[in-house]
Nanobody, 125 residues
Framework: QVQLIESGGGLVQAGGSLRLSCAAS????????MGWFRQTPGQEREFVAG??????????ADSVKGRFIISRDNTKKMTTLYLQMNSLKPEDTAVYYC????????????????WGQGTQVTVFS
């Protein structure tokens, strides 16, 4: 059974930082591209960042480029995806989801095979 469990969300002042983690189990992690999406109430889920299985290819949404950093740990004991979020803005407030894609790096929601439950990030000014 595939599980993706996000953590690290919380309340932070604008300009601050948070680091999200996504612990993956039940899948061969180093064969999956991974991604972060976010969603606010009443809105579609929005692509934030994606990373290929070997971390060679990385893509960011324009809205987070230069502020967020996606990374992953594929070592034997760790199968974790990260999102370092810096210079946070109130418009970054959303539920953040990690997702796994048994294919190349992807930016569309439908391309991903597995999803976590999400973690809330709230940025106040």
């Amino acid at each position: 059974q595939v599980q993706l469990i996000e953590s690290g969300g919380g309340l932070v002042q604008a300009g601050g930082s948070l680091r999200l983690s996504c612990a993956a189990s039940g899948l061969t992690f180093n064969t999956y591209a991974m991604g972060w999406f976010r969603q606010t109430p009443g809105q579609e889920r929005e692509f934030v960042a994606g990373i290929s299985w070997n971390s060679v290819d990385i893509v960011y949404a324009d809205s987070v480029k230069g502020r967020f950093i996606i990374s992953r740990d594929n070592t034997k004991k760790m199968t974790t995806l990260y999102l370092q979020m810096n210079s946070l803005k109130p418009e970054d407030t959303a539920v953040y989801y990690c997702a796994a894609d048994f294919s190349r790096i992807a930016t569309e929601e439908y391309e991903y095979d597995y999803w976590g439950q999400g973690t809330q990030v709230t940025v106040f000014s």
